[in-house]
């Protein structure tokens, strides 16, 4: 069935790297959009990083910018966030989901989203 | 950044009762809005989109409504599986921020 599988996390110490995966499963990866969205512990959803099917295109949100990179093998049907120079309020569950959209450069909801994967960042 | 504002942020309801949330954009953008559900421990699940669409599979009891700057969602007739919390998200611009979200509790 459709699905979307993240891996990757665990507890860093501060200014330490981190790269989650999320592995997708009964459909084609190249054919959507991807996005990376956190939800910090108790907190609501806060969105991360978009790229586009062809990964030509790629957003990130202010906070993370310079520090996060969003990626993808079509090839592998896998999506990446590396993750650089954490901080404690990078401390989160981070979800991958599936744009609803597929060719094309403007998003759409979200309509399949992984289990998610803890990210601790503590010294 | 477009700032969405959700109301209530807290909700009591019983088994059968009509529920309306709020979803205020501090921005007018079209109807480029959706909305979700989560319960505790696990993911978001996709209820609305493009502010009055059903995605598939979801119930009838759930529908959305609105455009521009104020938009809703509904449950018609609440049922157990019902209680969780309800986001809304925009799809106008980035960043693409979402609601802080309404906990419907028993």
């Known amino acids: 069935q459709v699905q979307l599988v993240e891996s990757g996390g665990g507890v860093v110490q501060p200014g330490r790297s981190l790269r989650l995966s999320c592995a997708a499963s009964?459909?084609?990866?190249?054919?959507?959009?991807m996005h990376w969205v956190r939800q910090a512990p108790g907190k609501g959803l806060e969105w991360v990083a978009v790229?586009?099917?062809?990964?030509?295109?790629?957003y990130h949100r202010d906070s993370v910018k310079g520090r996060f990179t969003i990626s993808r093998d079509n090839s592998k049907n896998t999506l990446y966030l590396q993750m650089n120079s954490l901080r404690a309020d990078d401390t989160a569950v981070y979800y991958c989901?599936?744009?609803?959209?597929?060719?094309?450069?403007?998003?759409?909801?979200?309509?399949?989203w992984g289990q998610g994967t803890m990210v601790t960042v503590s010294s | 950044d477009i700032q969405l504002t959700q109301s209530p942020s807290f909700l009591s309801a019983s088994v059968g009762d009509r529920v309306t949330i709020t979803c205020r954009a501090s921005?007018?953008?079209?109807?480029?809005l959706a909305w979700y559900q989560q319960k505790p421990g696990k993911a978001p699940k996709l209820l609305i989109y493009?502010?009055?669409t059903l995605q598939s599979g979801v119930p009838s009891r759930f529908s959305g409504s609105g455009s521009g700057t104020e938009f809703t969602l509904t449950i018609s007739s609440l049922q157990p599986e019902d209680f969780a919390t309800y986001y809304c998200?925009?799809?106008?611009?980035?960043?693409?921020?979402f609601g802080g979200g309404t906990k419907v509790e028993i």
């Open positions: 998200q925009h799809l106008y611009s980035y960043p693409l921020t």
């Open positions: 790229i586009w099917y062809d990964g030509n295109n790629k």
């Open positions: 493009d502010a009055s």
């Open positions: 921005q007018g953008f079209s109807s480029s």
């Open positions: 989901a599936r744009d609803r959209r597929g060719s094309g450069y403007y998003p759409d909801a979200f309509d399949i």
């Open positions: 009964g459909f084609t990866l190249r054919s959507y959009g």
